[in-house]
């Protein structure tokens, strides 16, 4: 029998969705109700994911040429809303699947994070997730009155710091505070809720929450690190892994690397679990999908001014000037994601364009390819996860309609849950203990 994999789903932004795209209906008017999402969450949830994980980012591109006008002409990123309200009313939409906000320490003091947190997690009964990160851009931290982002690596040290006091704030209610005791008459036994009193170098709190406690004690924290900082923290403080390494190797070596940080940090590191980014192409038959394929790089080479303007925002270059027909140069530092530029750095190896590179960079299934009928891609995920280990999949597919989010939940799904490889129904009520089920 073939041990299972887990399912999510990464959101890119609670926002314009397919904007542009065949079998979109009325997207472009209807954007700002949530129709659309729950609609994805309860197709999800009938595939039995177990989460989809909310991206965000709070400002309006400008990197590429100085100028919004490439992200807000072609919705690059914007419009988008605040996620923690969009996860309210997945939520209420659904009742099993998981759901990780993205929230940022440079935006959210940690009372008013834990808080909104525990939150989610008591109106979901069990389903809340937060997906922590700690900033990539500049500009949005002017949004919030900052001058700037500090340096990568001390964003991971504050971040240490951040969860330090995060977490002994949902600790401040003891397990059995609520008594709701009717016959004594107290609801809340307060020698079981405490104040923190936390005092750290950048973050400081007194608590306890007034929220009342998470209902899983604390919420399932997502973390997406790539650089080895990143990795570490991630593996320090992770429970599931956002992870874009591109090919099997790379993969394994990424997943490796974070389960044998985890084990020098004191963790089990089956309780990490590791999802990688695709994106499959699927056809009726191997020609289709193929054609399909082909259909998708013809049209990222259209675009490839709107693909640079997304890849300037992330990594905070200006990809503007750049000659396309040079190769890249080795030189190139980023503030932003280090994750994204160094890959596009190794598949500029051996004298490459920045065109050829940003083509194959574009062009790939993103952590590995799948194209095929969907009983082909089915097998090439087992194939993947055999060969790497673990832990899951979690699907990107970019710009997100009806007909994208059907053909994975009614079509490539029931195909894994015929091999054995994904769950057929929720074994457990929260998050948590359905990611660690398997």
């Not at 919004?68 to 419009?79: A, D, F, N, Q, T």
């Not at 008591?122 to 340096?151: C, F, H, I, K």
């Not at 309780?271 to 193929?290: D, M, Q, R, T, Y």
Request: proline share 4%.
């Amino acid at each position: 029998m073939a041990r299972p994999f887990h399912l999510g789903w990464f959101l890119q932004g609670s926002s314009v969705q397919a904007w542009g795209e065949p079998w979109t209906g009325a997207i472009g008017r209807d954007w700002m109700q949530p129709d659309l999402f729950a609609d994805m969450a309860r197709a999800l949830e009938r595939a039995c994911f177990d989460y989809i994980l909310i991206e965000d980012s709070s400002y309006i591109g400008e990197a590429y040429g100085g100028s919004r006008e490439i992200y807000l002409k072609h919705g690059l990123s914007v419009p988008r809303q605040d996620p923690s309200i969009v996860a309210t009313l997945l939520f209420a939409a659904t009742r099993r699947i998981g759901i990780a906000t993205t929230l940022a320490t440079f935006t959210h003091p940690p009372y008013l994070l834990a808080r909104i947190m525990a939150t989610l997690d008591q109106v979901s009964a069990g389903r809340a997730g937060w997906n922590m990160v700690t900033g990539s851009s500049d500009m949005a931290a002017r949004n919030y009155g900052l001058d700037g982002l500090p340096e990568h690596d001390l964003r991971y040290d504050m971040a240490d710091e951040y969860m330090a006091c995060v977490n002994a704030l949902w600790d401040s209610w003891e397990p059995g505070a609520l008594l709701a005791d009717a016959e004594s008459g107290v609801l809340v036994d307060h020698a079981k809720v405490r104040a923190v009193d936390f005092k750290g170098q950048w973050y400081s709190s007194r608590g306890p929450l007034n929220s009342g406690p998470c209902v899983q004690g604390r919420p399932v924290i997502a973390q997406a690190g790539g650089s080895p900082r990143g990795r570490q923290f991630a593996a320090t403080h992770g429970e599931t892994v956002v992870a874009n390494p591109k090919g099997i190797a790379a993969m394994k070596s990424y997943r490796d690397d974070i389960r044998a940080r985890a084990a020098a940090a004191g963790r089990d590191p089956d309780g990490i679990k590791v999802l990688f980014l695709i994106n499959p192409i699927i056809g009726e038959s191997a020609e289709h999908a193929e054609m399909r394929r082909l259909e998708r790089i013809a049209a990222a080479d259209r675009r490839i001014a709107q693909r640079l303007a997304h890849f300037s925002k992330v990594t905070n270059i200006d990809f503007s000037g750049f000659d396309l027909d040079q190769p890249i140069d080795e030189g190139l530092r980023t503030n932003g994601h280090q994750q994204n530029l160094d890959t596009l750095k190794k598949m500029g190896a051996g004298g490459k364009t920045l065109r050829q590179a940003f083509a194959d960079y574009s062009g790939s299934g993103l952590s590995v390819d799948l194209c095929g009928t969907v009983d082909a891609v089915a097998g090439q995920m087992a194939e993947a996860m055999e060969e790497i280990g673990g832990d899951g999949f979690l699907f990107s597919m970019g710009d997100v309609s009806r007909r994208v989010v059907a053909e994975v939940a009614d079509g490539l799904v029931p195909a894994l849950q015929a091999r054995g490889l994904t769950r057929r129904g929720y074994g457990h009520a929260t998050f948590r203990e359905n990611l660690l089920e398997f």
